[in-house]
Antibody, heavy 117, light 109 residues
């Protein structure tokens, strides 16, 4: 069974850094792209970017490039989403999702990030 | 503003049929297949249709999808109160970036 287990909710201050994680199981981790999707409160889904665990090839939505970093540690089947300088506007639910090609099929349970002074 | 256009809301009575539209362009839906996701409040989205009209294992055949040109449609028949959720269409564009619709809230009256 494919499972994506995300790290727990985070509360941070503006300007702080943060890394959230997504641990995959139940499939061959290195052969599927793994993406991140943002959902702001009461809003829709926004695709942020994707990484191919085998070679760390990474692609970003231009709207997010430069503000977040996607990485992976294939030795532990885990992908990460990292911020160096959080802003209050980063407060949202973040989902990781396995991508079969370009289409997200299995999703993690979500990580709620709250940024407040 | 989302890349794909969906109606903000639709509603119908239990047992009825409802359609949700998803409009895109030649560079996204026009060139690629469409997926549909169901999201209940406080939970992650779940894939219910992929490659325009295919259902993952476990998704009832009351859910069906189609695509024509630069638009796609999700049809739900025999509506149940448990179908109340947000529905999102998705595809990818010429840069191989996934794109989603703004979501449609289904209310079962």
């Amino acid at each position: 069974e494919v499972q994506l287990l995300q790290s727990g909710a985070e509360g941070k201050k503006p300007g702080e850094s943060l890394r959230i994680s997504c641990k995959a199981s139940g499939y061959r981790f290195t052969t599927y792209w793994l993406g991140w999707v943002r959902q702001m409160p009461g809003k829709g889904l926004e695709w942020m970017g994707v990484i191919y665990p085998d070679d760390s090839d990474t692609r970003y939505n231009p709207s997010f490039e430069g503000h977040v970093t996607i990485s992976v540690d294939k030795s532990i089947n885990t992908a990460y989403l990292h911020w160096n300088n959080l802003d209050v506007s980063d407060s949202a639910m973040y989902y990781c999702a396995r991508q079969d090609g370009a289409i997200p099929d299995y999703w993690g349970q979500g990580t709620l990030v709250t940024v407040s002074s | 503003q989302s890349d794909l256009t969906q109606p903000p809301s639709v509603s119908a009575a239990p047992g009825q049929r409802v359609t949700i539209s998803c409009s895109g362009s030649s560079s996204d839906i026009g060139d690629n297949s469409v997926s549909w996701y169901q999201q209940f409040p406080g939970t992650a989205p779940q894939l219910i249709i992929y490659e325009n009209d295919k259902r993952p294992s476990g998704i009832p055949d009351r859910f069906s999808g189609s695509k024509s040109g630069t638009s796609a449609t999700l049809v739900i028949t025999g509506l149940q109160t448990g179908d109340e959720a947000d529905y999102y269409c998705g595809t990818w564009d010429s840069t191989l970036s996934a794109v989603f619709g703004g979501g449609t809230k289904l209310t079962v009256l």
